[in-house]
């Protein structure tokens, strides 16, 4: 690890380094707490092991409730067993003992929708997390199937949303759209380049006679140009400035949620600015993701830089008295400005970018004219077993968020959907009486 100076600031686990140089390591113990809503053709309450994907934290299918207690201050109940949510009025709530339950943020029916989604996906990995603008988690849904190979049978396992088990790919590219806007690169900033597609080199990092075409930022976060981003990075970026953009927006340690456990991610750069630090910047090592940190990051944006705490809890019953949850804490993380350019860049990802395909689709039947912004990433790991990683994360309409959305798929080489396309089908369920 010579020489990977800047990394999280929360404790990194022996388990989290091995991944960062691509090596697995047996899991950390894992309370398997049971899950919202059991996939069909799988009997309630099954449980499937651990397994060696989830690398990081305790049990983040288990929920933590505040509320107030007997003495009307604030207390803690134990971890809940999710699998006992069940339908009341219209509302999901978990019985708490002693008279109180809990009454849940989530949307009967677009959490329906995300489970039937991530069924549909036959992957061995998937989960999804939708999100209001104020925090409210409206849909929170994984599965995984026993053989690595994925299939139609599958469990539930919320943990897939919680925890940290894929690397961010190019989602990382917005927390460095995000530095270089700070560092004074406009979106329009055009830079010449050749390659990029799949891979960064060091001949992309400087002018070259072979550069054949030239592009500007927006282009680079829209097209996930990896050329692009390389040079523009090297010639603006330190690893203390890419460090301080992941961690202001929320790439690293715990996520401070109410009636929720998880991790963001993780981040480990090198300490000098080179072909690593420019692969790092391009999404291609170094950082990882939960699904849970996508939505976050995906809502700072739609917040114009301004992270909410996730909730999870509306509020807690007991007799007929209703105490409501405080909304999210509101906390400004990067400026206003900053943020809506990089968010102004996200809408091209949909509208003629990586995810284009999706979002222009005939199958698509969001209202005309409703725009998204959104951003893909895809990476290959050997490792628990051959997956190649399919995300997205964004936020609709794009002028006047109404919901954030964060999906991962690992995927096998036999794929049915990826992670835009479920996105797509999560905004089409929840958006499809608003208009432009």
């Known amino acids: 690890m010579a020489g990977l100076a800047y990394h999280a600031k929360a404790n990194r686990s022996a388990e989290a380094l091995a991944a960062a140089q691509g090596q697995v390591t047996a899991p950390t113990a894992l309370a398997h707490a049971g899950s919202f809503f059991p996939v069909a053709g799988t009997p309630s309450g099954a449980v499937a092991p651990a397994g060696p994907l989830v690398r990081t934290g305790a049990a983040a299918a288990t929920a933590q409730v505040a509320a107030a207690g007997a003495s009307g201050q604030a207390g803690t109940f134990g971890a809940l067993d999710l699998s006992r949510a069940v339908l009341r009025d219209g509302a999901y709530e978990i019985d708490l003992g002693r008279g109180r339950r809990a009454r849940l943020t989530l949307d009967p029916k677009l959490q329906r929708a995300a489970e039937k989604l991530l069924e549909r996906t036959r992957a061995p990995r998937a989960a999804a997390i939708v999100m209001a603008p104020d925090g409210r988690i409206l849909a929170l849904a994984g599965r995984r199937t026993e053989s690595p190979r994925g299939g139609k049978e599958g469990t539930t396992d919320p943990r897939l949303v919680t925890e940290v088990w894929a690397p961010a790919a190019s989602i990382f590219k917005l927390v460095t759209a995000t530095a270089l806007v ?9 830079v010449c380049f050749h390659g990029g597609v799949r891979s960064v080199m060091e001949s992309n990092l400087a002018d070259s006679p072979r550069d054949n075409r ?8 829209a097209h996930s140009q990896n050329a692009i981003i390389a040079k523009l990075s090297h010639k603006h970026l330190s690893p203390k400035a890419l460090s301080l953009a992941a961690e202001d927006l929320g790439f690293t340690g715990a996520v401070e949620a109410t009636g929720l456990s998880g991790n963001a991610g993780s981040i480990l750069l090198p300490a000098s600015n080179g072909i690593e630090l420019a692969k790092a910047a391009a999404g291609f090592r170094g950082s990882e993701l939960s699904v849970l940190g996508g939505g976050v990051l995906a809502n700072t944006l739609a917040n114009r830089g301004v992270e ?7 509020a807690v019953i007991e007799g007929d008295e209703v105490r409501a949850t405080p909304p999210g804490k509101r906390r400004r993380v990067v400026d206003a400005k900053v943020a809506d350019a990089v968010a102004d860049m996200m ?23 409703l725009k998204v912004a959104g951003k893909t990433g ?8 051959p ?3 399919s995300w997205f994360v964004g936020f609709a309409p794009a002028d006047a968020p109404q919901l954030s959305v964060s999906v991962l798929i690992g995927n096998t080489d036999d794929w049915w959907l990826k992670g835009h396309t479920v996105a797509r089908e999560l905004f089409e369920e929840a958006l499809h009486d608003s208009r432009p």
């Open 387 to 389: 997956m190649e990683y």
């Open 182 to 190: 700070r560092a004074g690169v406009t979106p329009k900033k055009k």
């Open 214 to 221: 030239c592009e500007d930022l927006s282009f680079a976060v």
């Open 347 to 369: 809408v091209g990802t949909c509208a003629e970018g990586s995810a284009a395909k999706a979002f222009r689709s005939r199958e698509n039947s969001l209202p005309k004219g």
């Open 308 to 314: 909410v705490t996730p909730t999870l809890i509306a």
């Open 378 to 385: 895809t990476l290959s790991r050997s490792e628990p077993f």
